[in-house]
């Protein structure tokens, strides 16, 4: 029997990829106008059309390989077929791959309103990586999903192209973040809860969380307090701003390393924090880095959100269903993250 860790699925669900990564609703994004009309006017292959863009089945397959790859490796065959809410994973992750072909062909469609205009040499290096890609494909996988080179060219223009739009819209967002902003910190927490309780049931919480710091200051072993006194399920919690209650937030970050607080009362109940590091650099680190990108995604779905309410979506119902990924293809043999970034380094996988 094969055992699945369901918050390591849930963590990695969405991770199609880069800035087109961060998956909405677009085809009801774009019903808001025209809407989604659910067609039988496309072909068998085609799995929807947004104005003149229309999305193939073997443009699917290419990320439906990597995804299958990547998720078989890590948790077997079997993991389709874990429950995610009242869905299989594989019907979650087929729902999430037409969002995410929704949205970049979207992109596609908003380069040319943005003028995006490729180089010659850009084209060529698409052209080379598309060929590369296919070529690594085995005989089974290409005849089990009918990907051929004007597919691959057809995919990696588009993320390509998905991505300098993305440059494009954002070139004039400040990359500067304070410390101050990105820090990250590290404390420990005793959390006694309120919950439910009466007014004079709060105060004796209250006592005793006041007890509880008293015996902090005077000496007494955080960890063995925590392990005998905290209600909560995390003991030790890394911080970033805008992630806890506003009292516990402002209260923790106010601490140096190895101070403990006053008694901190939120909506949940009392806490006695220590700080264990008041500043992990390399955390802190990659928090800006994050930061600079979530202030870019909000400045391109301004453009974003915008353009979609134009757009009328016409959607190949049967068609997606018949996108299984318990489907045996064979052995891929080519990855198109990994040859994307062989030719184009514009981005982190």
Known sequence: MEVFDVRKIGKRAAALGMILCMLLPVLGGCGKKGGIRFTAGLKDTELFRLEEEICERPEAMIFMLSQKTKYEHEYGSGIWEVMIGDKTFGEYMRDNLQDFLAKMKCMVLMAEKYEVVLTDEENVRISQAAETYVNGLSDQVRKATSIDKTAAETVFHDYYISNRLMEK?????????????????????????????????????????????????????FSVLGKNENEAEEFELELCRGEAEPQFEEAAFALSSGQISEVVETAYGFHVIKCINNYDEAKT?????????????????????????????????????????????????????????????????
């Open 285 to 349: 680190a990659e928090n800006k880095e994050a930061l600079v990108r979530k202030h870019k995604e909000d400045r391109f779905y301004e453009y974003y959100d915008a353009f979609v309410k134009t757009i009328v979506a016409e959607y190949n119902e049967k068609a997606w269903k018949r996108l299984d990924y318990r489907e045996d293809f064979g052995t891929p043999g080519s990855d198109f993250y990994e040859v994307y970034y062989q030719y184009f380094n514009d981005g982190q996988q």
């Open 169 to 221: 819209l954002t070139a004039d967002v400040s990359t500067e973040i304070s410390e101050d902003e990105a820090r990250v910190i590290r404390v420990q927490q005793i959390f006694l809860g309120t919950e439910g309780l009466s007014g004079t049931e709060k105060e004796v919480k209250r006592t005793e969380a006041q007890n509880i710091r008293t015996q902090a200051e005077a000496g007494a072993d």
